[in-house]
């Protein structure tokens, strides 16, 4: 295994504020298949898009969760995804990171390929040295199974990485794996639920997530 240094990241919630694209898409998903959702859609973003619209769809009595997730991925990829925006201060957070020698990922549960468009949109895909996301077919949809994955591929020690991210799903994913997990307090996720899911730190601001993800690799 490779020893150099390096840090997985999140995409929703931790890099980028989604949230406007994702409910676009969610509500476009739920009028395809006949419903008539409200204006703003209650949306716990940071699961899996099968969870979110099996969660969705579960209020109208309805099952028909792949069709929901063809439909969501046709409005998405047309546009929603544009929505999306950088965090604050996440630029600069990238910039010190790739300064100080340590190799970038990206890793979400988002399509790899609307992840990417997505950084390049925000021109930010140049800090990464690997752009990982699910892929068709679902091997890659949770976190534990995607940040194996990230670590088989690109031949990284997760002992000498950390992951991350602001939900649960990040934190319980990076135990799974046996790395350390950082999470961040500006996403969709609170400070208990990482707290409960075992994060071995919390940042509250992207300005300081270059300084303490150093500081956990450090020791």
């Known amino acids: 295994m490779d020893l150099v240094r390096s840090v997985l ?50 209020t109208y009595g309805d ?6 997730v063809v439909a969501y991925r046709r409005h998405y990829g047309e546009g929603g ?3 999306s925006e950088a965090y604050p201060g996440i630029r600069s957070a990238l910039q010190a990171l790739q300064g100080a020698g340590l190799r970038i990922y990206l890793a979400t549960s988002k399509r790899e390929v609307f992840a990417r468009r997505i950084l390049e ?6 800090y990464f040295d690997g752009i990982h996301g699910s892929v068709p077919g679902g091997t890659l949809d949770h976190k534990p199974e995607l940040l194996a994955y990230v670590l088989s591929e ?14 649960r799903h990040d934190i319980v994913g990076a135990r799974t794996v046996g790395m350390r997990s950082l999470g961040v ?3 969709y996720g609170s400070r208990d639920e990482l707290e409960t899911a075992g994060a071995d730190e919390l ?17």
């Open 154 to 167: 690109r031949d990284v020690s997760a002992l000498h990485s950390l992951m991350v991210g602001d939900r």
């Open 121 to 126: 949109n925000l021109k930010l895909a140049t």
């Open 81 to 83: 995804l544009l929505g």
């Open 63 to 68: 099952d028909r969760v792949d069709e929901a």
């Open 9 to 58: 990241l999140d995409l929703d919630g931790t890099l980028v504020d989604s949230r406007p694209g994702i409910v676009a898409s969610c509500a476009a998903a739920l009028r395809a298949l006949g419903h008539h959702p409200r204006e703003v859609l209650d949306i716990a973003i940071g699961p899996p898009l099968e969870d979110i619209l099996r969660t969705l769809l579960q």
């Open 185 to 187: 307090l500006w996403g």
């Open 203 to 219: 940042v509250e601001r992207p300005a300081d997530l270059a300084r303490v993800a150093l500081s956990m690799l450090s020791g």
